[in-house]
Every structure is written in structure tokens, then in C-alpha cells.
């Protein structure tokens, strides 16, 4: 069944039945709905100051979220000139946006950039071409190897060392990053080893691969210059 959105005489007729008492589910069998369908209308769109239900905000409210939600059709055709120079020197989609958002130029997402360019390909384009997979787009992986979120060139955990295993020597060591329950904003990246258990600390001001990079080689010089064998069995922070 193909899903279709609520009409505004529809949130009338919620906000109708809605005041007489009735239950989602018989709300739902008025409408002709799934009861999912209406409870999640009166979730997402009650009046945000009391919580109770006005079709009419309510209907602004679905409006707002659904033009906001289609970021790509406010694209203008200058703006998709820039992303196809971008293609056409060989940056790869991901670079673009990256290059986009450091100059505050556009704010885009590369999955729109690749949107755009397989489109592109279908009205008998090029810019396909300068991807980097370019002649394996939408490749089937059934029946083979998938790489997909695997990083190139990763060893296994059965493969590491004894000592780390075992525990029986210094030098071997796990890192991790700690988020706080607000899921955005600062964190902290640890180095524990595995053998004292000495463990570093450093605070991440963002959670980007050169921040990580940078504060874990960091941690990793203090440590070494202390001397984590000394501490066998403490902790230490670092700040």
C-alpha cells in the first residue's frame, strides 16, 4: 500500500474526534488509518507550548518539517556549476562538501552529490566518470565479498601479538572515545595498556579524524616519555 501524507481536512477531523475522547485506534478506524499513523500525527505536530492538538498549526508545523527536509530543490544552477568543477578536478564528493563547508559556501550532503551525478549519467552525462568507483555504481555484492564499512589492510584480533593477548608484556595498547549523553559536542578519546592498565586520557574539542588523530599521537608521546611501565597498576590523566 502506498503510503500518502494527512490532508488538512483529515488533522480537522482528528482534532474533531480527538476532543471528544476518543482513543487513537478509533480515531484511526474513522480516518481510515493505521493507529501508527495517528499517533505518530499527534506526537510530532501537538502545539509545542501546551501539547494539545490544532489542525491548523498542525498543518504548519508538517509543512515547515517537509520543505526543510527537501534541502536539495532550493539548489541553485550556479550552485550545482560549482559541485561539477569540483567532479570535473577529480574531487570526489566527499571532498567537495568538505571544501564547501570549510569556505561556508554551501551546505550540502555528498549523498545529494551522488544523487546528482548517477541523474546526470541517466540524461547521458559524464561527470560519472570522475568518481572514484566510477564504472561500479549500485555493484551487488551477493555471492562475494562485501567491503562495506571495513577498513582496508585490518588485522584481526586473532592475529595480534601474544603479549597483547596474554597480557604479558608492555607496549600494547586500546584506544577508545567516550561520548556524554547529550550525543554531540566534546568527547574524550582513552588509551588503556593492556598490560599496567595505565590509561590516558585527552579531551576532543571535535569528533573528526584528524582531532583523533592528532590528540592519540600526542597521548602516545607523553606516555612514552614517562614511561608507562612506571605506573604499572595507576591511572593517569592526561589534560
Known amino acids: 500500500m502506498t503510503y500518502r501524507q494527512i490532508t488538512l481536512q483529515e488533522r480537522y477531523a482528528l482534532a474533531v474526534l480527538s ?13 481510515g488509518r493505521a493507529p501508527s499513523t495517528i499517533s505518530r500525527e499527534l506526537r510530532r505536530n501537538a502545539t509545542r507550548y501546551d501539547g494539545s492538538y490544532r489542525y491548523q498549526l498542525a498543518h504548519f508545523y508538517a509543512n515547515g518539517r517537509r520543505s526543510r527536509s527537501r534541502r536539495n530543490t532550493r539548489f541553485t544552477a550556479g550552485d550545482w556549476t ?7 578536478e577529480d574531487w570526489s564528493p566527499e571532498q567537495i562538501v568538505g571544501r564547501f563547508r570549510r569556505g561556508r559556501l554551501l551546505s550540502i550532503s555528498h ?3 551522488y544523487r546528482y551525478v548517477w541523474q546526470d549519467k541517466q540524461r547521458g552525462g559524464t561527470l560519472w566518470r570522475h568518481l572514484r ?11 562475494r565479498y562485501d567491503s562495506r564499512g571495513r577498513v582496508a589492510g585490518k588485522r584481526h584480533l586473532s592475529e595480534r601479538p601474544a603479549g597483547a ?30 598490560k599496567s592498565g595505565f590509561t590516558a586520557i585527552g579531551v576532543l574539542a571535535r569528533r573528526a579524524a584528524p582531532e583523533v588523530n592528532a590528540r592519540l599521537r600526542q597521548l602516545i608521546t ?15 590523566r592526561v589534560p
Open 19 to 31: 476532543r471528544q475522547g476518543l482513543s487513537v485506534r478509533a480515531v484511526a478506524r474513522g480516518l
Open 82 to 88: 560549482a559541485v561539477a568543477a569540483g567532479l570535473r
Open 111 to 113: 549523498e545529494t552529490i
Open 133 to 143: 568507483n566510477a564504472y561500479k555504481p549500485f555493484r551487488k555484492r551477493y555471492g
Open 165 to 194: 593477548t596474554n597480557r604479558s608484556r608492555f607496549g600494547h595498547w586500546e584506544g577508545d572515545t567516550v561520548l556524554g549523553n547529550t550525543q554531540h559536542g566534546a568527547c574524550i578519546v582513552t588509551l588503556v595498556e593492556r
Open 222 to 236: 607523553v606516555q612514552t616519555a614517562c614511561g608507562a611501565d612506571h605506573y604499572a597498576g595507576q591511572r593517569d
